[in-house]
């Protein structure tokens, strides 16, 4: 009989029916049954309850011909870990000037982890990701050495903030009793807004 050890899962259980365990054996028009160990699978009992869904170990496979013949064989079963969830947050929201966020992934890090923001289509080994645009986003991250996956929680970017309207001001200008003039801005007012003059320094008063 052959086996074929079936490939390591990240969490989850392992099922060693499947096919692909013994593909390229003859049995014959045989049976398998499964076992838990050496002793068990020589004495023909207790089978496994349920060999579909097992966890990381090693298990053993009774092939039984028609004849009666038996041989048996066993079959080790790999849970990967997966990473823990990955901690990320916004550091960068969109402003009038640069209309993209930022997402910065702080755990875990490392050289064996990747980190993909569109749902694991692409990964990247940079834990921050630039140029975002406004909405909703979820980090998952990889560990390069198992393909296992975690995922984080949805982050926000924010909507790009609308431009003030177009100031509008008066202008008072200079007189022989006062020689300098003075521009009064009349709208938009109020305590969220500031000003400047030929760019410079920002005020808050009209």
């Known amino acids: 009989m052959t086996i074929t050890d079936p490939a390591a899962q990240c969490g989850g259980t392992v099922d060693i029916t499947a096919a692909s365990v013994t593909a390229g054996s003859n049995l014959q028009g045989g049976s398998l049954t499964y076992f838990a160990t050496q002793a068990h699978a020589d004495a023909g009992t207790p089978v ?106 949805q982050l926000t970017i924010n909507p790009i903030p609308t431009a003030p309207a177009a100031p509008t001001a008066t202008l008072t200008q200079p007189t022989c009793d006062l020689p300098t003039g003075t521009i009064e801005v009349t709208a938009p007012v109020g305590a969220d807004y500031e000003y400047n003059v030929d760019g410079g320094n920002w005020v808050s008063t009209t």
Do not use: M, W
Not at 85 to 111: E, K, L, N, R, Y
């Open 48 to 153: 496994l309850a349920d060999p579909t869904s097992l966890t990381t170990g090693t298990y053993y496979i009774k092939a039984t011909s028609a004849s009666g013949c038996s041989v048996v064989e066993a079959v080790n079963v790999v849970e990967s870990t997966p990473p823990a969830a990955p901690t990320a947050s916004v550091t960068i929201q969109p402003t009038c000037a640069v209309q993209t966020g930022t997402i910065v992934v702080t755990d875990p890090i490392g050289a064996t982890y990747e980190y993909s923001i569109d749902g694991g289509s692409n990964y990247q080994a940079s834990a921050t990701f630039a140029g975002l645009a406004p909405g909703n986003h979820t980090v998952i991250v990889r560990d390069t050495n198992t393909n296992c996956t975690a995922t984080g929680n």
